[in-house]
């Protein structure tokens, strides 16, 4: 008989006798383990009895006493260890021994229902995973794009603004070289007219002529302030408008920045949630290696890159975009004189001239050029502006 393990008792009372009975001239290797030589002999022997006692045993190996182990005795090291697959070495199970000292390793697989389970829950969990990270991907460019957009329009904005209030300065600055072009005139040719009335008047003395052009003199230094005070006021309305622009502009490039922050946090919250909880799906069914949660923070990166150069296209372009300084203002008023741009120049109104008697003002503080007293005024008018 043997015992679990390979150990025959028989086998091992034969082979002490043997021993032990040098006169009987027999030296047998018995098979005290069913795998083991005791000598190293070859395991060919026949005998099984000693001095007429037969021991119920048949040849090396045999056993006759009924009963055969069980277990995989052709036990698979390179594919089956102890407590290990080493197919997915991440799983680890209990180990167990069969009959006869042989071990069968459980299907790594089990808890999957299979080797092709396993590789279709991962493939699952794979493609989950890319459909989110897909699904941010777009949700990122389309922010991008918007975000691209908003920019584009915004920097159209502030430059075509700041063209305008630009346009206003020098076109200011153009109307009153006009207006004051038209007081030049007006004084010129009052005075010759007025040398003239003067001349016909027996009254063309120096004295005469040196009174009538200070009095046109100081009527156009009245129209002057008059143009003057009018090109002041366009002047800060245009001033108001620049102070809106400047607002504006800061206010914009703000507001963007929060825009596009709050919409780069939505899609980098919703992708990584999505993520955490396939992960957490993964853990539980021993698969957590499927999920990269990693990919929240590479394809935020990618989109902020983007994001950037938007930005950065934006500083650029509004770098140049500013209101020009009064010695830039000037020249571009000058260069649209000489180019023969009209403008609208202020509106003033040329003096009364009057003649004789009850005609002239009363108490006027303009010289009188006169032969008589009362026969020649020159005054500002009197007519409101258009």
Do not use: C, H
């Amino acid at each position: 008989m043997r015992l679990p393990g390979g150990f025959s008792p028989t086998q091992a009372l034969r082979t002490v006798a043997d021993k032990a009975n040098p006169f009987d001239g027999t030296d047998t290797d018995y098979d005290v383990f069913g795998d083991v030589s005791i000598d190293g002999g070859v395991r060919n022997a026949t005998n099984d009895t000693w001095n007429g006692i037969d021991f119920g045993v048949g040849g090396q190996g045999q056993v006759q006493s009924g009963w055969t182990p069980t277990g995989n005795g052709g036990y698979n090291p390179t594919t089956q260890v102890q407590g290990v697959s080493t197919t997915n070495p991440n799983v680890s199970f209990p180990s167990s021994s069969g009959g006869g000292g042989g071990y069968v390793a459980p299907d790594p697989y089990a808890r999957w229902g299979g080797q092709a389970g396993y590789t279709a829950k991962r493939s699952n969990y794979g493609a989950t995973q890319g459909s989110y990270e897909a699904g941010a991907r777009t949700g990122l460019r389309d922010v991008g794009n918007e975000y691209e957009t908003k920019n584009n329009a915004f920097t159209d904005e502030v430059t075509q603004g700041q063209e305008g209030i630009n346009s206003g300065l020098a076109g200011n600055q153009l109307n009153l070289r006009r207006s004051m072009e038209g007081i030049i005139r007006m004084i010129q040719q009052g005075i010759r007219s007025g040398g003239v009335a003067l001349a016909n008047m027996n009254a063309g003395s120096s004295g005469a002529s040196d009174a009538l052009a200070r009095a046109y003199a100081k009527v156009g230094n009245q129209q002057t302030g008059d143009v003057r005070g009018d090109a002041a006021l366009q002047e800060e309305e245009l001033q108001k408008q620049q102070g809106a622009l400047n607002l504006k502009r800061q206010q914009g490039e703000q507001s963007m920045g929060t825009w596009r922050d709050t919409e780069t946090d939505r899609v980098k919250s919703d992708f990584g949630s999505k993520l955490q909880v396939l992960r957490s799906q993964a853990d539980s069914e021993g698969l957590g290696d499927t999920v990269n949660t990693g990919l929240v923070d590479q394809v935020l990166g990618e989109a902020l890159q983007r994001l950037a150069s938007i930005d950065q296209a934006r500083t650029q372009k509004l770098s140049g975009v500013r209101q020009m300084t009064p010695d830039e203002i000037m020249k571009e008023a000058i260069r649209l004189d000489e180019l023969g741009t009209v403008g609208t120049p202020f509106s003033f109104e040329g003096p009364d001239v009057r003649y004789g008697g009850s005609n002239a003002p009363q108490g006027s503080d303009l010289p009188l050029f006169v032969k008589n007293k009362d026969q020649l005024a020159v005054v500002p008018s009197s007519k409101k502006k258009a």
